[in-house]
Nanobody, 123 residues
Framework: QVQLVESGGGLVQAGGSLTLSCAAS????????MGWFRQAPGKEREFVAI????????YYRDAVKGRFAISRDNAKDTMYLQMNSLKAEDTAVYYC????????????????WGQGTRVTVTA
């Protein structure tokens, strides 16, 4: 089992920055990939970014390319999401997730999920 705990959410003005963290514990060795997803009010949860653990390969949804950066620290079993130039439409609950399966942005590929951290971007 893998336990994931997100932190770093909060209230920020448009154009500002936030860094989210996801701390993993339990069976973290050999984790294939981890990702960030988000769910805006009244909308379905959507993919944001993914990072492959062995070679740092990353992939982003188009709406966040150039503004968000996913990274990880193996020694700390922690993943990060640096969010810059935030927009009101980035307002959502952000979830981290881990998979031992395919490198895929599809939610069913992820077996482990955190509880989420809320990000609110004000105009």
């Amino acid at each position: 089992q893998v336990q994931l705990v997100e932190s770093g959410g909060g209230l920020v003005q448009a154009g500002g920055s936030l860094t989210l963290s996801c701390a993993a514990s339990g069976r973290t060795w050999g984790s294939y990939a981890m990702g960030w997803f988000r769910q805006a009010p009244g909308k379905e949860r959507e993919f944001v970014a993914i990072i492959r653990w062995d070679d740092n390969t990353t992939y982003y949804r188009d709406a966040v390319k150039g503004r968000f950066a996913i990274s990880r620290d193996n020694a700390k079993d922690t993943m990060y999401l640096q969010m810059n130039s935030l927009k009101a439409e980035d307002t959502a609950v952000y979830y981290c997730a881990a998979t031992y399966g395919n490198f895929s942005p599809r939610q069913p590929a992820f077996a482990y999920w955190g509880q989420g951290t809320r990000v609110t971007v004000t105009a």
